[in-house]
């Protein structure tokens, strides 16, 4: 199974603040990677596929980059209702697996 | 607009089987380029893939739960189901239905059903 860490597990920034979180992946996934954003009590909700291209109908504070082993989903200028839990997700090989998480806190 | 909708007991005995449909609406469960999958979230925890069908019937499902999962297709009914058997308390947790867009660049799970909870207690 490919493995996918993210980091850091826990991230509190400020309105405004430019936020970055960064997936990693056991082996290389060419750029068959999504980003998901997930609020408390909600489904997930698709916000980039293919590494970087952004979801019909998402703010475009959010961008993506990466190929290979690394990723990163970035956050331009932070929102308050961008309060959420962040995944990462493998669609390179069975099984699809997901990244452990990255909770972010709006300070 | 696609609508998936779970269903399903609340509350199922270990040892038992956990079923649960997954309804489409809003487009056709037969169309190309789409899987259509389910993922478990246990309460505070992450995100785990289950398993996927086409609409063909073929399956491909996580080799952690593999031996206990079979996933099924109804095309007349627009509808997907997930049979997992022996559960245990390990098994509590919101489970989803999604669909997969296995497109060539855009593979990716862009809906969700809402999430239902599913536990395991006698």
């Known amino acids: 199974d490919i493995q996918l860490t993210q980091s850091p597990s826990f991230l509190s920034a400020s309105v405004g603040d430019r936020v970055t979180i960064t997936c990693r992946a056991s082996?290389?996934?060419?750029?068959?990677l999504a980003w998901y954003q997930q609020k408390p009590g909600k489904a997930p909700k698709l916000l980039i596929y293919?590494?970087?291209t952004l979801q019909s109908g998402v703010p475009s504070r959010f961008s993506g980059s990466g190929s290979g082993t690394e990723f990163t989903l970035t956050i331009s200028s932070l929102q308050p209702e961008d309060l959420a839990t962040y995944y990462c997700?493998?669609?390179?090989?069975?099984?699809?697996?997901f990244g452990q998480g990255t909770r972010l806190e709006i300070k | 607009q696609v609508q998936l909708q779970e269903s399903g007991p609340g509350l199922v005995k270990p040892s038992q089987t956990l079923s649960l449909t997954c309804t489409v609406s809003?487009?056709?469960?037969?169309?190309?380029?789409?899987?259509w999958s389910w993922i478990r979230q246990p309460a505070g925890k992450g995100l785990e893939w289950i398993g996927r069908?086409?609409?063909?019937?073929?399956?491909n499902y996580n080799p952690s739960l593999k031996s206990r999962v079979t996933i099924s297709v109804d095309t007349s009914k627009n509808q997907f189901s997930l049979r997992l058997s022996s559960v245990t308390a390990a098994d509590t947790a919101v489970y989803y239905c999604?669909?997969?867009?296995?497109?060539?660049?855009?593979?990716?799970?862009?809906?969700w059903g809402q999430g239902t909870l599913v536990t395991v207690s006698s």
């Open positions: 999604a669909r997969y867009n296995a497109g060539q660049h855009r593979r990716s799970f862009d809906y």
């Open positions: 809003g487009g056709s469960i037969s169309s190309d380029s789409y899987y």
């Open positions: 069908i086409y609409t063909s019937g073929s399956t």
């Open positions: 082996q290389g996934i060419s750029s068959y």
């Open positions: 293919a590494a970087f």
């Open positions: 997700q493998q669609l390179n090989s069975y099984p699809i697996t």
